[in-house]
């Protein structure tokens, strides 16, 4: 029986001032135009807290502190299986830029309804707002 592979994906749930990032991702990807978490995948040799460092940096060039895991999630998309560790992580270096996104917000948990997320994140999304009451 074959063992299906798992990707393991990282991102970051980072707060200012009571508004948390989200980001949308570009039209021609997989999913493209659904908001997400800024992250991605982890490469062989890395450990999660490196590729969340390193994604933000290519695709924010921002450099961010890596602080504990909100949660973790594993989902099921049509064309792969994801393990998710959201953790909750601070801008400690540069400004936001659109390097790889089509749009970035700041939104408030009361928002959340407003945007389409990607599917992995829905169960993240009830926990930010369940948290934040």
Same mark, same amino acid.
């Given at each position: 029986?074959?063992?299906?592979?798992i990707?393991?994906? $990282?991102a970051?749930?980072? &707060?200012?001032?009571?508004?948390?990032?989200?980001?949308?991702?570009?039209?021609h990807?997989?999913?493209?135009? =659904? &908001?997400?978490?800024v992250?991605?995948?982890v490469?062989?040799?890395?450990s999660p807290?490196?590729?969340l460092?390193r994604?933000?940096r290519e695709e924010?060039? $921002?450099?961010?502190q $890596?602080n504990? $895991? %909100?949660?973790e999630v594993t989902?099921?998309?049509?064309?792969l299986?994801?393990? =998710?560790? =959201? %953790?909750?992580?601070?801008?400690t270096e540069?400004?936001?830029?659109l390097l790889?996104?089509?749009?970035?917000?700041w939104i408030?948990?009361?928002?959340?309804p407003e945007y389409?997320f990607?599917?992995a994140?829905r169960?993240?999304?009830k926990?930010i707002?369940e948290t934040c009451?």
């Amino acid at each position: 029986m074959d063992e299906e592979k798992i990707t393991r994906v $990282v991102a970051a749930l980072i &707060w200012d001032k009571g508004r948390f990032m989200i980001c949308q991702r570009p039209k021609h990807k997989t999913r493209g135009l =659904l &908001w997400e978490f800024v992250g991605g995948k982890v490469e062989a040799g890395e450990s999660p807290e490196q590729a969340l460092i390193r994604e933000c940096r290519e695709e924010l060039d $921002v450099g961010i502190q $890596v602080n504990d $895991v %909100f949660t973790e999630v594993t989902h099921r998309y049509p064309d792969l299986l994801i393990s =998710l560790t =959201l %953790f909750n992580a601070e801008i400690t270096e540069g400004e936001p830029k659109l390097l790889e996104h089509n749009a970035i917000k700041w939104i408030t948990p009361d928002e959340i309804p407003e945007y389409d997320f990607c599917p992995a994140d829905r169960d993240i999304l009830k926990m930010i707002t369940e948290t934040c009451r």
